[in-house]
């Protein structure tokens, strides 16, 4: 397995996707840091505090450009074996489809949570440009470190409820249809995030339960943690059996 999840390492070594991805996750927070300085010069007398930043970011990462962003490395991670048409020549050597699939699971989900870890870093990094040039607020470091560990059990519930778009992607063999799917799921989740049915729509329900607004919205943790992996256990489940039951061309 581990060999398996390395060959993916190497073959993304030469992918111009994996330095597109990383430039993509400073996208929040860059915006983030552009609206901290726009209110700060609006409304000079207003808080602003790290906690504010990062909030704003766990929302545009986890609800909006983030879902997009991971549907589309899913989705290339897991059709560019059916367009490279190296997917034959890879189940020639003794490798059972399910270990090839569990790696480029294992694989997608490193992704997220590296292109999380930048994130992260760089909303750090923007908030102390911020205070360097305003003074305005303090880098207070455990904040900083809370929103670490909440913004990546985001990206782990993120990587399970994706789970029905790589099924899409092994179905389809492209791209296209899943990112419309996920734009979609985007609309959806920009409809329901200040509502308490976004408590039962499990792309919107993740970014509830790790900002603890889930209980605000009147609906149990169970309810919407049992709706986050019936969704997740479907798409797992097909793509295994799609790919399980594909007769490779």
């Given at each position: 397995?581990?060999?398996?999840?390395?060959?993916?390492?190497?073959?993304?070594?030469?992918?111009?996707?994996?330095?597109?991805?990383?430039?993509?996750?400073?996208?929040?927070?860059?915006?983030?840091?552009?609206?901290?300085i726009r209110i700060h010069a609006s409304q000079p007398e207003r808080a602003f505090g790290i906690g504010d930043m990062y909030s704003s970011c766990l929302l545009y990462s986890m609800l909006l450009f983030g879902t997009v962003v991971?549907?589309?490395?899913?989705?290339?991670?897991?059709?560019?074996?059916?367009?490279?048409?190296?997917?034959?020549?890879?189940?020639?050597?003794?490798?059972?489809?399910?270990?090839?699939?569990?790696?480029?699971?294992?694989?997608?989900?490193?992704?997220?949570?590296?292109?999380?870890?930048?994130?992260?870093?760089?909303?750090?990094?923007?908030?102390?440009?911020?205070?360097?040039?305003?003074?305005?607020?303090?880098?207070?470091?455990?904040?900083?470190?809370?929103?670490?560990?909440?913004m990546l059990l985001g990206g782990l519930l993120l990587f399970i409820t994706l789970s029905p778009f790589i099924f899409v992607t092994l179905w389809t063999k492209q791209v296209v249809i899943p990112v419309i799917a996920a734009t979609?799921?985007?609309?959806?989740?920009?409809?329901?995030?200040?509502?308490?049915?976004?408590?039962?729509?499990?792309?919107?329900?993740?970014?509830?339960?790790?900002?603890?607004?889930?209980?605000?919205?009147?609906?149990?943790?169970?309810?919407?943690?049992?709706?986050?992996?019936?969704?997740?256990?479907?798409?797992?489940?097909?793509?295994?059996?799609?790919?399980?039951?594909?007769?490779?061309?």
């Amino acid at each position: 397995m581990f060999d398996l999840v390395y060959c993916e390492f190497a073959k993304l070594k030469h992918s111009n996707m994996l330095l597109i991805s990383f430039l993509g996750a400073f996208v929040a927070p860059s915006m983030m840091f552009i609206e901290a300085i726009r209110i700060h010069a609006s409304q000079p007398e207003r808080a602003f505090g790290i906690g504010d930043m990062y909030s704003s970011c766990l929302l545009y990462s986890m609800l909006l450009f983030g879902t997009v962003v991971y549907v589309v490395i899913g989705s290339y991670l897991f059709s560019r074996e059916y367009t490279e048409n190296t997917l034959k020549s890879i189940l020639t050597i003794p490798v059972s489809k399910s270990s090839f699939l569990i790696s480029k699971f294992i694989m997608f989900l490193i992704w997220i949570q590296v292109l999380t870890l930048i994130t992260w870093a760089s909303m750090l990094m923007f908030a102390a440009i911020f205070i360097a040039m305003y003074h305005s607020m303090t880098l207070d470091w455990m904040v900083a470190m809370q929103y670490l560990g909440s913004m990546l059990l985001g990206g782990l519930l993120l990587f399970i409820t994706l789970s029905p778009f790589i099924f899409v992607t092994l179905w389809t063999k492209q791209v296209v249809i899943p990112v419309i799917a996920a734009t979609a799921i985007v609309m959806g989740n920009a409809a329901l995030a200040n509502e308490s049915l976004g408590a039962l729509f499990p792309w919107t329900a993740t970014f509830l339960l790790v900002s603890d607004r889930l209980v605000d919205t009147g609906y149990s943790i169970g309810l919407s943690m049992g709706l986050i992996i019936l969704v997740s256990a479907v798409g797992f489940g097909l793509s295994a059996w799609y790919f399980a039951n594909e007769d490779v061309k």
